[in-house]
């Protein structure tokens, strides 16, 4: 029953209770239930129910103020809601305190749902709704319930318990209520009379809180013979709420050491008939209403029979509870919500607009479905629909990768499958697993399983049985004709495979179309109903399926966002908060970014490193960025054998100052976005201070050696080559250059003598590398370096690379050596002057050079006022890009906003420069300096800001070189005398130390070839 005239003032009565819910999941919170008992029909039901209680404990979803309980009918024999009740409030009794001084919920939740079979194995109190909980799963009745009756279980109110049926939900303002009195009330609901006649009434005619009559299912002639219909045209609709005071709940907790109640409740050594039971409101409450009448209680059957064990229950509970207060509160405006049926469930969670917005409950709750409109989801997930219908189609805990049709509406629960489905008018389909296999249970959304003279998918069973020539006895062996029902019809094959079991039953919706294959294959079968395929539910396998669907679903949330390059901080909120949970979806996103394209994993494999703190998800992310790398290098011509011994080469190189736009080089976002930097090449101290040179030798010797470290290696065998992933290898760099150009082939035996190796090159070789340059410096001198050393080795083997091959050579040889790095080094160094560098997306990076034209008088400004200033430090920047691109990997937004602004100020530097404006140069490089240390505040330090402090009146700009922290500064100083001034005050402010300007210009050839014979 919904009240669409009173939206607003439910939507803030819900919205309360959802803010006292979540106060009430805060640490000590005194908030909440002081306990919650939820009732199951056996230990199976029980176990499913601990394990649903179990998942909100990790996510936080349970108050932490209530203790939970979950209390199971004796060896799995049905008492009835009162047996259970009984036995619930004697087990609280047997407690100190906790009957007469904490407040207590007892949710009825264990019956079989046979008219709402999909919830039968999980228990309807467990059935799903359409909302989203803080931790992302979707909602239940039982979570509703927790919301919805948070706010009665406030600290005002006093000791007691309240009984609550777990197939009804009620939205209401818990402010109409008041549990003061004492004794029983019952909490009415006011509902139109049409409603009061399939449910249970409460008539006062008195005008004040008594109850005259609790009728069940009264005709209209009872409503009007005992004034319950009101003036406003409503009846007082019981919902299923009873609160019983802490006397009285006593006074019933009592009743179960009477030898006939405890008889009934299975209390050993007392046991009954197995059709005996006691419902809570038929037995326990009814005879506390005043019209009640001890003939009519001792023979009602509208909640089951009167059996003589009943009877004699009920002679004990009338002499102790008669007299009892028996009041009732009435709501009004309210919602009462009865998950009586499949039709009802699905008109409730598919088709109640106004319910969804006062509840806040939406079409798609944690589910994944192209297909908006036509689908109301739950916990599923939904690849394609081919056929919609004008009604939704209502899909429940289920993975669906297959095509989807429906005519009417439907039901789809439990099932996991990629095979097409195809559904008949107002078609119910149900997955369940048992222990030896799978059950698929189709039948009508307007069926009732409980009728003897129900219907199968809207049609007669004489009708449905005809159509498909098939014998009564075949699906209902041993069952008397007068008590055949759906429940016990022996229709669904028990199948190995999920595919095979929906294969089996889902031609039962129309027989009169089946194969003869088919049918052969259905008698063959063993068949089970839907009463027997639910005693079989495997629990175990329900919850793990469930688990698995959640998984699904956060795992496809979290990798759209990742694919629609979300920030990875954002993505990462998708996949949920439980470790375990996480661990587990990181790993199926694993699988899918695995076939996806390489782009994607970067950004993928990233977002996984930040959602489950494991560094092996980063460290394939660089994994797949240096394969990309690598493979998008020209392979090396096979060394040539050397024209003459004694031949060689050097390769003399300038260092390159980076103006703008650095980190724009850096792949991945290279390869993303392109890249746009403004560099030049320099000279420092009148020299090209970056040295390779190359020998052949003609003994069968391979020597490697940098002067200017004092180092010198000669291996002995080919692994000691071949293994050069090693940064801190002082000669890590020539080696993988000699492999790079197949000198020394990669898939040699690493046990191989070098003597060997260089008999099949003709000859040995010598390897020298050498730089003027201060390690650390910021000038690009690894990068610079590797492409020296890999022009010597081409030119020494006759196969000169042009300045593309070379450039994507260095990148590669940088992946190799596991340092990253992006192409502006070895250009800046490489080729002479200045220029704006830039490459559009993809790989190979397709690096295109525009040299900056100045004006002979910016020429003679420039070189007078560009100063390079030695700060005395150094710093290695490995972790440092790894960072970096870590962040942009991750979409982190200010970075993303970084790389656009550096981009930027790289054009307008060079827009500066061709203005002839030297001064605003050096206030964009400032301009820069700024954004760097946004990007990395570890690229300064307090000696680092204080010498641009001693600078500043001398300069217009300046910034560090490279990745910051030492190194080079470069700067424009105000003018020329401001040079000289400025190179006062560092000798004067720096006296002892290495700081000082080196003399520096900007050559017009980066790279000097010379050979020798």
């Known amino acids: 029953m919904t009240d669409h005239t ?387 189609a209502l899909i429940v805990d289920s993975r669906l990768l297959g095509p989807v049709s429906w005519q009417g509406a439907a039901l789809i629960a439990n099932v996991d499958t990629a095979q097409p489905i195809e559904l008949a008018q107002d078609v119910v389909v149900d997955q369940l697993p048992i222990k030896d296999g799978f059950v698929t ?68 919706q129309s027989p009169e179309h089946v194969s003869a294959e088919w049918r052969t294959k259905w008698e063959a079968a063993p068949r089970l109903s839907l009463g027997v395929s639910f005693a079989r539910a495997d629990s175990e396998h329900i919850l793990a399926d469930l688990l698995h669907i959640e998984d699904d679903v956060a795992a496809r949330h979290c990798y759209a966002a990742i694919r629609n390059e979300q920030p990875a901080a954002e993505a990462r909120k998708l996949i949920g908060l439980v470790h375990s949970n996480v661990l587990r979806r990181c790993d199926l996103i694993g699988t899918w970014l695995a076939h996806a394209d390489p782009i994607l994993q970067l950004r993928g494999y990233k977002a996984l490193a ?145 003597r060997e190796l260089c008999q099949q090159l003709g000859g040995g070789l010598k390897l020298m590398t050498q730089t003027s340059i201060p390690r650390g410096s910021g000038l690009g001198t690894s990068s610079i370096m590797a492409g020296a050393v890999l022009q010597c080795l081409s030119q020494l083997i006759g196969s000169e690379s042009a300045p593309a091959q070379l450039f994507d050579e260095v990148l590669c040889l940088e992946q190799m050596l596991t340092t990253g790095g992006g192409w502006q080094d070895q250009v800046g160094g490489l080729w002479g002057g200045i220029k704006l560098v830039s490459t559009p997306p993809g790989l190979p990076q397709r690096i295109h050079i525009e040299p900056v034209k100045l004006s002979p008088k910016t020429k003679v400004e420039l070189a007078s006022r560009l100063l390079v200033v030695y700060t005395g430090r150094q710093r290695l920047a490995k972790n440092l890009l790894r960072s970096v691109m870590n962040r942009w990997m991750a979409r982190d937004p200010e970075m993303v906003w970084i790389q656009q602004e550096i981009a930027r100020l790289a054009v307008d530097m060079r827009d500066a420069l061709q203005a002839n404006d030297v001064s605003h140069f050096g206030e964009l490089l400032s301009e820069h300096w700024v954004i760097n240390k946004r990007m990395d505040p570890g690229c300064t330090n307090d000696f680092i800001d204080r010498l641009f402090e001693v600078m500043s009146p001398h300069i217009n700009g300046g910034k560090l070189a490279g990745a910051g922290g030492g190194g080079f500064a470069m700067v424009i100083a105000r003018n020329i005398g401001a040079a000289r001034d400025l190179a006062a005050a560092l000798a004067t402010h720096y006296q002892g130390t290495p700081v000082e300007i080196w003399e520096c210009g900007i050559p017009e050839a980066g790279m000097v070839v010379q050979t020798s014979a």
């Open 6 to 392: 009173n939206v607003e003032f439910l939507q803030q009565a819900y919205h309360d209770n959802w803010q006292q819910y979540l106060a009430s999941l805060k640490p000590h919170s005194n908030l909440g239930w002081d306990v919650c008992v939820l009732t199951a029909s056996d230990e199976r039901q029980a176990n499913m129910y601990r394990g649903q209680l179990d998942w909100r404990r990790t996510t936080n979803l349970l108050p932490v103020n209530t203790r939970f309980l979950v209390i199971a009918d004796p060896d799995g024999q049905r008492i009835g809601s009162g047996g259970a009740t009984l036995r619930v409030l004697a087990q609280l009794a047997r407690e100190d305190d906790t009957l007469t001084n904490k407040r207590i919920l007892v949710i009825h939740s264990g019956g079989d749902s046979r008219r709402l079979p999909h919830c039968s194995a999980t228990g309807k109190l467990f059935a799903r709704v359409p909302r989203v909980l803080p931790d992302g799963r979707a909602s239940t009745i039982f979570d509703e319930f927790l919301i919805g009756l948070s706010g009665l279980s406030s600290t005002s109110l006093p000791p007691g318990v309240l009984v609550a049926s777990g197939d009804v939900l009620l939205v209401f303002d818990h402010l109409q209520i008041s549990f003061q009195r004492g004794g029983v009330i019952g909490v009415a609901a006011a509902a139109p009379v049409e409603m009061g006649l399939r449910h249970g009434v409460y008539a006062h005619g008195d005008g004040t809180h008594r109850v005259r009559a609790y009728l069940h299912k009264p005709a209209a002639e009872e409503l009007k013979h005992w004034d319950a219909i009101h003036p406003d045209g409503t009846v007082q609709i019981d919902t299923g709420l009873v609160w019983l005071d802490s006397a009285t709940a006593l006074k019933y907790a009592a009743l179960i050491q009477a030898e006939s109640i405890a008889c009934i409740c299975r209390v050993p050594p007392f046991d009954c008939a197995p059709e005996s039971a006691l419902n809570f409101y038929g037995d326990l409450v009814l005879p506390l209403a005043q019209s009640t009448t001890l003939e009519d209680y001792l023979a009602d059957t509208s909640d089951g029979p009167a059996t003589p064990e009943v009877q004699k229950a009920r002679q004990v509970i009338w002499q102790r509870l008669r007299g009892t207060s028996f009041t009732s509160e009435r709501l009004q405006p309210a919602m009462f919500i009865h998950f009586g049926t499949s039709r009802e469930y699905w008109e409730t969670v598919a088709a109640d607009v106004d319910l969804q917005r006062i509840c806040g409950w939406v079409s798609h709750a944690a589910a994944w479905s192209p297909a908006a409109d036509s689908l109301a989801l739950i916990n599923a997930t939904v690849e394609q629909v081919t056929s919609p219908s004008d009604q939704r």
């Open 441 to 508: 249970r189709v039948f009508g959304l307007r069926d009732d399983p409980k009728r003897s003279t129900g219907t199968f998918f809207g049609r007669s069973w004489a009708e449905w049985l005809a159509a498909a020539h098939i014998d009564p006895d075949i699906i209902w062996p041993d069952v008397p004709p007068a008590l055949r029902t759906l429940w016990n019809a022996h229709l669904y094959p028990l199948a190995a495979t999920r595919d095979e079991s929906l294969a089996l039953s889902l031609p039962l």
């Open 610 to 754: 930040e959602a489950s703190g494991q560094p092996e998800w980063e460290d394939r992310a660089f994994t797949v960025l240096a394969q990309l790398i690598e493979g998008s290098v020209i392979e090396p011509k096979p060394a040539a054998t050397p024209r003459s011994l004694g031949q060689g080469v050097q390769v003399k190189a300038a260092a390159r100052i980076d103006f703008g736009g650095g980190w724009t080089d850096t792949p991945p976002y290279s390869i993303e976005k392109g890249g746009t930097v403004l560099n030049a090449a320099i000279t420092l101290r009148g020299l090209h201070p970056i040295v390779a040179e190359a020998t052949w030798l003609s003994e069968p010797r391979l020597i490697l050696e940098s002067p200017d470290i004092e180092a010198r290696f000669e291996p002995t065998h080919v692994g000691e080559l071949t293994n050069y992933a090693n940064p801190a290898d002082l000669f890590a760099l020539q080696k993988a250059a000699l492999v790079l150009k197949g000198i020394v082939p990669i898939d040699l035996d690493p046990e191989m003598p070098v």
